[in-house]
């Protein structure tokens, strides 16, 4: 596996969370599963792949429109965050991109940008070990819109404090890389250097 380094131009960090720092996937993957069987969805890690990236919400109503269903976004949207809350405590953080951070941490500024609510990312670092190591942190509260649209690394940006054009984002799905791009930033997708393990049970 190749080892992750940053460019040589990058004076600052910007890392996704879900799927990035912290091996969320099989626990959002299996929220998911569990909430949609009551509308008669079998989900499955290849519909989940198509979906990487994008917030609750906007995940229910795409699945409303694949599935011909009527779910109401916003509240099945809650209903997945919560059944994902009782089963957090499984996810593990990703090893090759918290090493980077670690490295990092203290000599140039970092933030986490995502696209989760504050609360539960709050929590994943919590679980992961990661709090020690970020002071800044920008939700999908945070900003008007989510990404591919650049404002949640723009934000990460204003708030450390630096350029744009100066910032690396480290992100696991291409709506994080189109992002990155948006906001004229530097970017990495970073699950060429671990196995992604989006299906599995856990």
């Known amino acids: 596996m190749k080892k992750l380094k940053i460019n040589p131009k990058t004076e600052a960090l910007i890392f996704d969370l ?16 569990n909430i949609l069987k009551e509308y008669g969805i079998h989900f499955t890690p290849e519909i989940f792949a198509t979906l990487a990236g994008i917030p609750a919400v906007g995940t229910i109503a795409r ?10 976004p916003e509240e099945v949207g809650h209903f997945k965050e919560a059944e ?30 995502t696209g989760g609510y504050k609360r539960l990312a709050l ?3 919590e679980i992961c070990g990661l709090d020690r190591y970020f002071e800044i942190l920008v939700s999908n509260e945070d ?7 650049p404002d949640t ?30 906001a004229g930033m530097m970017s990495k997708l970073v699950t060429d250097y671990y196995e992604v393990t989006i299906g599995q049970e856990i």
């Open 18 to 33: 879900d799927g990035t720092l912290a091996d969320t996937m099989p626990v959002h993957f299996m929220a998911y599963k």
């Open 153 to 182: 690394f723009l934000k990460c940006a204003e708030l450390m404090g630096v350029s744009p054009s100066v910032c690396e984002v480290f992100a696991d799905a291409q709506l994080g890389i189109l992002a990155a791009e948006a």
């Open 84 to 113: 994902y809350e009782k089963i957090m405590h499984k996810m593990k953080p990703i090893e090759p991109v918290v090493a980077l951070a670690k490295k990092y941490h203290g000599v140039l500024p970092m933030a986490v940008g």
């Open 63 to 72: 699945l409303n429109e694949m599935f011909g269903t009527k779910m109401n």
């Open 143 to 149: 900003v008007a819109r989510p990404k591919p649209f």
């Open 123 to 125: 929590k994943t670092m």
